[in-house]
């Protein structure tokens, strides 16, 4: 991840903050202090002119969790908005494989997203 042109991304609340360290991805800006908590419309606007500032490529929403207030604010801040799991729930009976699977399609949509190679 390292050749992306920027690094610097938006989370729905503070959960790829491992795999932000580990891959080179800087977050510059959490939407949800904590999960459900959504910001107020004060903060919506604090949090667009931030994202602009830090020059964030994407703002990335989970699968467990409402996407609206993420998706209206990367409109707001002009970014991209895509989903990542954080494979923090999954399908009852899922197979020894989900977590890799599910982690493989996180990477393509970071490439594709933030345009990797």
Known sequence: MAEFPSPKIVTQH???????????????AVVEEAPGQEPSPANMIRLAGAIRRAGARALFVEPQYPDKVGRTLA??????????????????????DYYEQTMRRNLQTLKQVLGGP
Do not use: K, M, Q
């Open 14 to 28: 503070a959960v790829f903050d491992y795999l932000a360290r580990d891959s080179g991805l800087e977050i510059v």
């Open 75 to 96: 409109a707001d801040a002009g970014i991209a908005a895509a989903t990542l799991d954080p494979v923090a729930t999954g399908p009852a009976g899922a197979g020894f």
